[in-house]
């Protein structure tokens, strides 16, 4: 199966920048989509940013222009480098990818742990 291990969350003070990492592992025939989602305490998760593996991605308003998706496929990495951080950016970030194990296997959808982004005013 395909395991997520994200990094680089932490504590930040508005207008400041943090990057988050996110590597897959395991049994991997391929990854399409790979992006991040966020969960603030009492929200429903959203997305953040999407990057397909050709490098088309997309953004909801609330961060674009701000934030900014990369990945690395021979690394089966992905990348979200943040700027200008708003207390309102404060959340869990998730990894996901989307992903295929094995010939054998269907594509499905894979999540990290999660990291803590917390962005003090």
């Known amino acids: 199966q395909v395991q997520l291990v994200e990094s680089g969350g932490g504590l930040v003070q508005a207008g400041g920048s943090l990057k988050l990492s996110c590597a897959a592992s395991?049994?991997?025939?391929?990854?399409?989509?790979m992006g991040w989602y966020r969960q603030a305490p009492g929200k429903q998760r959203e997305l953040v940013a999407v990057?397909?593996?050709?490098?088309?991605?997309n953004y909801p308003d609330s961060v674009k222009g701000r934030f900014t998706i990369s990945r690395d496929n021979a690394k089966n990495a992905v990348y979200l480098q943040m700027n200008s951080l708003k207390p309102e950016d404060t959340a869990v970030y998730y990894c996901y990818c989307n992903a295929r194990p094995g010939i054998l296997s269907p594509t499905n959808n894979y999540w990290g742990q999660g990291t803590q982004v917390t962005v003090s005013s």
């Open positions: 395991g049994t991997i025939l391929s990854i399409n989509a």
């Open positions: 990057i397909t593996s050709g490098g088309n991605t």
